[in-house]
């Protein structure tokens, strides 16, 4: 109408993918610079996987720590009750010795003789209470 004349052009698009196990239709340009950030991406995968499987290792030291720590503790636990309970016998014993002494003083030699029958059969489970725990 005016006297302007347009002319389209159209080129054709060079970055269709022609199959999905074939190489992509681009530039050389294009290509390399997808390759090479496709070879950055394959690298910092592997140096991913190194460092999940260096977290694993470390887990799993941690998780062997952490095992020993209780067991430890429970051997703590252990040896600290047979602690509580040899205090608690020899309190026992000191508390009869101590009335055995007192009936004695007394003259009540019935009753020092029935806490000393005492005191014995006490010494006698302590003994086979340490030999059932060696």
Do not use: W
């Not at 209780?70 to 252990?78: I, P, S, T, Y």
């Not at 004695?104 to 020092?112: L, M, P, Y």
Request: with cysteine; hydrophobic share 40%; charged share 35%.
């Amino acid at each position: 109408m005016f006297g302007i004349k347009v002319e389209l052009t159209f080129y054709p698009r060079r970055t269709t993918i022609l199959h999905p196990r074939r190489k992509v239709n681009m530039p050389k340009k294009g290509r390399k610079s997808m390759e090479t950030r496709m070879k950055a991406i394959k690298r910092e995968m592997r140096e991913i996987s190194k460092e999940q499987e260096s977290i694993k290792e470390g887990d799993s030291q941690v998780g062997a720590k952490l095992q020993a720590i209780n067991d430890e503790c429970q051997q703590l636990r252990r040896e600290t009750d047979q602690i509580i309970q040899k205090a608690a016998n020899s309190e026992i014993r000191l508390a009869l010795m101590f009335q055995i002494l007192e009936a004695r003083e007394e003259g009540d030699f019935a009753k020092a003789h029935q806490l000393t029958a005492l005191l014995r059969e006490v010494v006698a489970m302590d003994e086979l209470i340490a030999q059932i725990e060696s």
